[in-house]
């Protein structure tokens, strides 16, 4: 795990310079932004790579936050908490995505391309379909590939490759949510939650990774 202190915002205000498809920025200019409302103080550690927490495997996919949760407690540990999870990916200079100001699909893995699932498939209560279609629309990467998709601290693939359940603010509908996108969505940043599910969802690219409160 890793150790990440830092001051957090409970929201930003920044200037968006190139938005697509009307509603989805890909790049921020660097001179507007600025934190709003008091800033929090942070300290938490967080696992290096989704689980199973492994360089070089393969993050695990069709996770719920219930299991997830669970895995994560088996271990002694939690999910993280939304702005937790922020503050990671964010990093001292509270960049949108960890990388930089703008969306780049070839620095972590979020620039694939997208690709039509069989939702009667997934949700099947056969497993050998349901792993056969998981396997099909799979283009995830092993955990800590790609060099550059990583915090100061040394957090790998919190952009892209697999989206991942933490525990949502007070603010969410449902108590739990998916952020950083998947290998086919180049556009969420830092901040890109995906709140429209709830805890019991689970798909082909929705995954995780733990924290916990340092001793």
Not at 54 to 67: D, I, N, T, Y
């Amino acid at each position: 795990m890793r150790l990440i202190e830092r001051q957090h915002y409970e929201a930003l205000e920044r200037s968006c310079t190139d938005r697509r498809e009307r509603k989805h920025c890909y790049a921020y200019d660097p001179k507007a932004n600025r934190g709003i409302g008091k800033a929090m103080r942070l300290r938490f550690c967080m696992d290096t790579y989704e689980a199973p927490n492994k360089r070089g495997e393969r993050p695990l996919v069709m996770q719920s936050a219930v299991s997830a949760e669970k895995w994560c407690t088996s271990r002694g540990k939690r999910l993280c908490r939304e702005i937790e999870w922020e503050s990671a990916c964010e990093g001292p200079l509270r960049t949108p995505w960890t990388y930089g100001w703008r969306a780049d699909g070839t620095k972590c893995n979020s620039g694939k391309i997208w690709q039509k699932f069989n939702a009667e498939i997934l949700y099947k209560p056969d497993e050998r379909a349901v792993s056969r279609e998981v396997e099909r629309l799979w283009q995830g990467e092993p955990s800590g590939r790609r060099p550059e998709c990583a915090t100061p601290e040394g957090v790998h693939d919190l952009i892209g490759n697999v989206e991942e359940w933490v525990l949502s603010r007070p603010s969410r509908k449902w108590n739990r949510t998916l952020i950083g996108g998947f290998w086919a969505k180049p556009w969420p940043g830092c901040r890109g939650a995906n709140d429209a599910h709830e805890p019991e969802f689970r798909f082909y690219e929705t995954g995780f990774r733990c924290c916990k409160d340092p001793r």
